[in-house]
């Protein structure tokens, strides 16, 4: 069993809609949490980072942690088009420095 | 603003040769890491380096080696090329600060293929 695990998708919504996207963890020594978007043949782009439980936005996005149920979500809002790639989670230990672990990858596609 | 450059962005060997591939960081960043991400497959940290010296390692295999030089770029080099090492190959790289925030800086990776 993978450390992290991660519905691949593919995830398919209209445009605006509100899109979740989630991982579950099996280390409870993950302390940090990110959420990367990767085009395709294209690096992953870092979209958001956390360290405590509870939620963090930033403009359409919303990361939510939930350490007691080794439980993490991305929140999409008003999706656009331009959201179509694949989301990664990754999660790293405090000693690790930045060494992360992916989960590997929801695919969403964003239809106009 | 500069990115993180890797070269070459494809490549094609056989199996049982030799590969090498090169990343630049960031200007000013000092930590580089090499991911391996396979078909399909979530990337996987192979090793990383903070000023030079090799500060974590992770999955990678013993035929790959890799070094930091003086300006911070980066070398994997892979022996002995199986079927199995073909993957696109990430180099990050972020300012080492003793803080962990996971903003690492992704390049558009190397495509290995080995034929």
Redesign the interface.
């Known amino acids: 069993q993978k450390e992290v695990e991660?519905d691949p998708g593919p995830l398919s919504v209209p445009e605006g809609a509100i899109v979740s996207l989630n991982c579950t963890y099996s280390n409870s020594a993950f302390?940090?949490f990110?959420w990367y978007r990767q085009y395709s043949?294209?690096?992953?782009?870092?979209l958001m980072?956390t360290y405590s439980s509870g939620n963090k936005e930033d403009g359409r996005f919303t990361a939510q942690v939930d350490k007691s149920s080794k439980y993490i979500s991305l929140f999409i809002r008003d999706s656009q088009p331009s959201d179509s790639a694949t989301y990664?989670c990754?999660m790293?230990l405090?000693e690790?420095?930045?060494?992360?672990?992916?989960?590997?990858?929801t695919r969403l596609m964003v239809k106009p | 603003a500069a990115g993180v450059i890797q070269s070459p962005r494809h490549l094609i060997k056989e199996k049982r040769e030799t590969a090498t591939l090169k990343c630049y960081p960031i200007p000013r960043h000092d930590t580089v890491y090499w991911y391996q991400q396979g078909p399909g497959q979530d990337p996987q940290f192979l090793i990383s380096f903070y000023e030079k010296m090799q500060s974590d390692k992770g999955s990678i295999p013993d035929r790959f080696s890799a070094q930091q030089f003086s300006d911070y770029h980066s070398e994997l080099n892979m022996s002995s090329l199986e079927l199995g090492d073909s993957a696109l190959y990430f180099c990050a790289s972020s300012l080492g600060t003793g803080t962990n925030t996971g903003e690492l800086f992704f390049g558009e990776g190397s495509r290995l293929t080995v034929l």
Not at chain 1, 41 to 46: A, I, Q, V
């Open positions: 991660q302390q940090y990110m043949r294209k690096g992953p782009e870092l980072y990664l990754a790293s405090w690790a420095g930045n060494m992360l672990t992916f989960g590997g990858g």
